[in-house]
Structure formats: C-alpha cells, structure tokens
C-alpha cells in the first residue's frame, strides 16, 4: 500500500518532468527547423548562380523557371575561363588580400598592445579618435588617400593598393578586445621574468588570442578579396586587375551586357570558389574566435 501511495506522489513530478522535456523538444525542432530555413535561403542565390552557370541563356530566362537544366553545359565553365584571365585576377586578388592582412595584422596587434598595456597622458582621447574615424564613409577617404598615391607615385601599383589598407580600425578595435580578456598576472609575470614588449606580444598575448586573430584574418580577406570601389579607382592596367574588377570588365566585354548569362554566372563561380574553400577549411577556427571571445583557456 505504501508503494502504491509513493508512486501516485510521484507520479505529478514525473508529469511535469516528461512535459518539460517534451516542450524542451519541440522547441529545439523548431529552432533547427527555421535555421534550416534560413540557411536555405541564405544559400539559394549561390546555388542558383551555379546552376545557371550550366544552364543556356534560353533557360535562364525561361518562366517558369525550372532550377535544373535539361542539358548540363559544362563546357560553359571553360568558355568563360578561356574568354579572360581569371587567373591572373584571382592571382591578384589573394596576393594583395594576403599581403594587406598580414600588415594589418601587425598594425593591430601593435597599437592594441599600446592601447592595453602602456598607460599615457590621452589615451583614451586617442582610442576615441580610431572609433570616430571608424564611423567615416570610406568615401570620405578615397580623395584624401588618391591624392597622396598620386603624390608617392603609387598610382596603379600593388604597393598602392597594399599600403592605402595597412591599417584597420576594426582590426585594432577587435584586437584590443581580445587583449583587455588575457588576465594582467600573465602579462605581469612575463615582465618580471624580463620579457621585452616585443615579446610579451608575440609569445604570450599572441598564442593566448590566437582564434582572434584567425576570426579577423577571415574577415578581413573576405573584405579586401571583395573590394571594387577603391581598387578601381587606382589600378588601371588590365594586368593588375582584382577578380572584382575583372568580373566587371567581363560583363561589359565577353558577357556582352548580360547577353551571355551563363558566361557570367560560370565567371562569378570561379570568384566564390576561393572564399568558400577558405571558410570550409577554417570554420572551427572562426566559430571558435567568435564563441570564446579570443581567449585560449
């Protein structure tokens, strides 16, 4: 009798256990159910691109639209490779995109050293300066910054388009953050063992925000391999063309103003590849820079 009594006490707690965890259920269906959703829209127009990329120009505009063509054209891909040098865009592309992070990189790192270690009579005026012109329109800077290339000589040149993005106030903003979580008995300790700054830079706050700097260098390449504005501003020979640029010029030249859609989109692919390689290759380190704030524990 005894047993029978605790099992109906029991039995309202059990009730309300299996409820929750039932509710618990549904909602975690739900949350992957609208991020499914979401991650579908977010990846229709890339694979839209790269069907049309082997589609004819007839399907493309074809209503209804089916996604699927009837007759892959593959060779799409190596017409548009053959009508331009993508190559040598792509080339471009990454060698300034790697070449602008690794100097912002050491930019950053630098003056967020200054801005969390070193105390200073307007620091914090200073710190105020970054964030403001953060603010600015980068417009607002193209004039400023083309009249002084014009004035080195660095017109149409790598080294233009490398050092006009040496610095990046996100990058030290971002840094900095990542600096202000690293424990001050580290950086204490590596002092009285009598490290130098330049030291205590690279072999302690360094390996301790690694995965921030990953996550900025992510960002950052994706940025500058992205860029059109500027770079088509100051380059001007087809042989130091960005893949950017290079999609442009091909619109107006060997995709005849849209005419040859299937050209276009094969073109556009060959853009993508590189970023989306890059991110499926590093996406546990960029998830990671974002979860743990940059620390390494």
């Known amino acids: 009798m005894d047993e029978v009594v605790a099992v109906k006490h029991d039995s309202p707690k059990v009730q309300v256990k299996e409820a929750l965890t039932f509710s618990q259920m549904m909602k975690n269906t739900a949350r992957h159910i609208l991020l499914i959703l979401f991650s579908m829209a977010t990846a229709f127009p890339f694979l839209w691109m790269l069907v049309s990329a082997i589609k004819t120009t007839d399907e493309i505009w074809k209503f209804p639209p089916s996604f699927w063509p009837a007759k892959p054209q593959w060779q799409n891909f190596a017409e548009a490779w053959n009508s331009a040098p993508f190559g040598l865009y792509m080339f471009n592309s990454m060698f300034t995109a790697t070449a602008i992070v690794l100097f912002q990189i050491i930019s950053a790192a630098m003056m967020a050293y200054a801005l969390t270690q070193f105390r200073f009579k307007g620091q914090k005026i200073l710190f105020t300066s970054?964030?403001?012109?953060?603010?600015?329109?980068?417009?607002?800077?193209?004039?400023?910054?083309?009249?002084?290339?014009?004035?080195?000589?660095?017109?149409?040149?790598?080294?233009?388009?490398?050092?006009?993005?040496?610095?990046?106030?996100?990058?030290?903003?971002?840094?900095?953050?990542?600096?202000?979580?690293?424990?001050?008995?580290?950086?204490?300790?590596?002092?009285?063992?009598?490290?130098?700054?330049?030291?205590?830079?690279?072999?302690?706050?360094?390996?301790?925000?690694?995965?921030?700097?990953?996550?900025?260098?992510?960002?950052?390449?994706?940025?500058?391999?992205?860029?059109?504005?500027?770079?088509?501003?100051?380059?001007?020979?087809?042989?130091?063309?960005?893949?950017?640029?290079?999609?442009?010029?091909?619109?107006?030249?060997?995709?005849?103003?849209?005419?040859?859609?299937?050209?276009?989109?094969?073109?556009?692919?060959?853009?993508?590849?590189?970023?989306?390689?890059?991110?499926?290759?590093?996406?546990?380190?960029?998830?990671?820079?974002?979860?743990?704030?940059?620390?390494?524990?």
Do not use: C
């Open 130 to 297: 970054i964030l403001a012109v953060y603010m600015l329109p980068a417009a607002a800077t193209y004039v400023p910054s083309y009249v002084i290339l014009s004035k080195l000589n660095m017109l149409d040149s790598y080294q233009g388009m490398i050092i006009s993005n040496a610095v990046s106030v996100f990058g030290i903003f971002f840094i900095r953050q990542a600096f202000l979580q690293v424990p001050a008995e580290m950086v204490e300790a590596a002092k009285m063992d009598g490290a130098s700054h330049w030291t205590i830079l690279w072999k302690v706050l360094f390996p301790m925000t690694k995965s921030s700097f990953l996550t900025f260098s992510l960002i950052s390449f994706v940025q500058m391999f992205n860029n059109y504005l500027w770079p088509s501003l100051i380059l001007k020979s087809q042989d130091k063309y960005l893949i950017t640029i290079g999609l442009r010029q091909f619109f107006i030249e060997g995709g005849a103003y849209g005419i040859k859609w299937p050209l276009v989109m094969a073109a556009n692919v060959f853009a993508v590849a590189p970023l989306l390689l890059l991110f499926f290759v590093a996406q546990k380190w960029f998830i990671k820079g974002i979860n743990d704030r940059g620390v390494k524990g």
